[in-house]
């Protein structure tokens, strides 16, 4: 086995510890402390759900999934770290804003 090989075993895939909604967004904690949100508008059926509905995400598979029960969805933990969502990022005003801090000189 040559170098190479053994990194590739050596890499361990991710697993989340929580998983939770605020605002559209959902988000996860990973073992290694990461925490990573993403739209819920990347995926066809969680675009379509209520607020109500998103918060009711749960964990499945030994944190190696995540689970809405009532919408019959899954997203894996690796496919959202590796970025793998189905709908492109919508490019909004109110996104730039979120994340703008404004300098008081």
Do not use: C, Y
């Amino acid at each position: 086995m040559n170098s190479m090989d053994q990194n590739k075993s050596n890499i361990e895939e991710p697993v989340a510890i929580k998983a939770w909604a605020e605002d559209r967004t959902i988000f996860i904690e990973l073992v290694d402390g990461r925490i990573i949100g993403f739209p819920a508008d990347r995926f066809k059926i969680l675009k379509k759900a209520t607020t109500k509905e998103l918060v009711k995400v749960t964990l499945r598979l030994n944190g190696h999934a995540l689970r809405w029960e009532d919408l019959d969805e899954d997203i894996t933990v690796p496919g959202i770290v590796a970025g793998n969502f189905q709908l492109p990022l919508k490019k909004t005003i109110n996104r730039k804003k979120r994340f703008t801090k404004k300098v008081v000189a």
